[in-house]
Every structure is written in C-alpha cells, then in structure tokens.
T-cell receptor, first 115, second 113 residues
Framework: EPEVTQTPSHQVTQMGQEVILRCVPISNHLYFYWYRQILGQKVEFLVSFYNNEISEKSEIFDDQFSVERPDGSNFTLKIRSTKLEDSAMYFCASTRTSGSSYEQYFGPGTRLTVT | GENVEQHPSTLSVQEGDSAVIKCTYS??????FPWYKQELGKGPQLIID?????GEKKDQRIAVTLNKTAKHFSLHITETQPEDSAVYFCAASKGGSQGNLIFGKGTKLSVKP
C-alpha cells in the first residue's frame, strides 16, 4: 500500500539555523500539506500546496517558513531561522483530490529539536 | 476561530468493552470529519471518516456518528482489543478551505487485557 514518507525521522539543530524537512507524498496525489504537533498537544495545520503554489496557510506559517516541490516527487518544508518554539513533530500529508472532503494520509513525521 | 473539542482526554476500558469518544465542532461549514489513530512515535493513521450528508458509518468494529444540528460527532469502538490502545484524534474540515483540518486534542485510549 502506498505511503507518505518523510526524512529525516529526527533532526537536531541549533537556534538560528536553517532546516529542510523532506516528504515524498503518495505518487498520484495532488494536494500536499504540512502539519505540526508540539509534544503533548494537538496537530495543527501549517500549509496546503497545490499546483506548485500555496493554497492556504495558517498564522503559524510566517515568513520564516517556506514550502517547495523541487521535483516530481519531493515536497519540502524549510524553516529559515529556527527558534526554540519550533521544536515539534512535523507531519506531511497528501490527498488525491481537492478540497476538504477527501482523505488525507499522513507520513510518520520528523521530530525537530531546536537547542 | 474554528475549534474542535474532544472528550475524554483519557479513557481506560477492559478488553472486550466498548469505547466512545466524542467531539464537537464550531464551524457550521465543516463537511468532513475524519478520525485518526496515532501510535507512539508514528504519524496519524486515518481509521474512518464521515461526510456531512451521512449520519452514521460503520467499518467492522469501528463506527462514527454525526449530528450536524448539534455539531457533534462520535467514534465508537466495540469489542476493544489491546492493540486498539493509542491516541485517537478527531478532526473537522475548515469550511471553504482546501483541506485544512482542525484537530481535537486527542484521547489516549488504554485497553487492559
């Protein structure tokens, strides 16, 4: 069964450094998402992406965040200058078709630790 | 803003018993309500979902009910097994969005053998 994959599984970085989190969505999916989950808290929407552009973003997704689909398979989340409060699990998700009524499949996540 | 409330935060049942988790949502334009199971160290796994034109959906031991008037939906797990132990999240789609899911805070379910 196709799965969303993410790398790395764990990333440790120093405050102020840039990090890139990578995702490979399910191959025939068209919509891609990033969510984050601070330890012990709920999963929060960051951004959705379709047709090589951002469809929607939350207030969490400020100027230090960016997303990109550099080739036909990868979908990346870049955090330009990490802060301590960026420490969280970051999940990538994808869905086959548009809108809010179709199943989103999540990857296993990347645990980001900012020291 | 839009919000999803989930109860209880923890639930402990004996193997074979039923478990019920309840969620309420605030966005009247929400039309899609998935449930995710998250095991330790893993990503959320979609286990069942329901759309706003349906009141109930069942898949083997798992069922979900939706009351649009009251803006609440529930997950029912029957004949629980130890492998059902996990954190369960409900979510509701944000009205007018392209898949922005608003999650509840999660319910940690423990099934004791």
């Amino acid at each position: 069964e196709p799965e969303v994959t993410q790398t790395p599984s764990h990333q440790v970085t120093q405050m102020g450094q840039e990090v890139i989190l990578r995702c490979v969505p399910i191959s025939n999916h068209l919509y891609f998402y990033w969510y984050r989950q601070i330890l012990g808290q709920k999963v929060e929407f960051l951004v959705s992406f379709y047709n090589n552009e951002i469809s929607e973003k939350s207030e969490i997704f400020d100027d230090q965040f960016s997303v990109e689909r550099p080739d036909g398979s990868n979908f990346t989340l870049k955090i330009r200058s990490t802060k301590l409060e960026d420490s969280a699990m970051y999940f990538c998700a994808s869905t086959r078709t548009s809108g809010s009524s179709y199943e989103q499949y999540f990857g296993p996540g990347t645990r980001l630790t900012v020291t | 803003g839009e919000n999803v409330e989930q109860h209880p935060s923890t639930l402990s049942v004996q193997e074979g018993d039923s478990a019920v988790i309840k969620c309420t949502y605030s966005d009247s334009a929400s039309n899609y309500f998935p449930w995710y199971k998250q095991e330790l160290g893993k990503g959320p796994q979609l286990i069942i979902d329901i759309r706003s034109n349906v009141g109930e959906k069942k898949d083997q031991r798992i069922a979900v009910t939706l009351n649009k008037t009251a803006k609440h939906f529930s997950l029912h797990i029957t004949e629980t097994q130890p492998e059902d132990s996990a954190v369960y999240f409900c979510a509701a789609s944000k009205g007018g969005s392209q898949g922005n899911l608003i999650f509840g805070k999660g319910t940690k379910l423990s099934v004791k053998p």
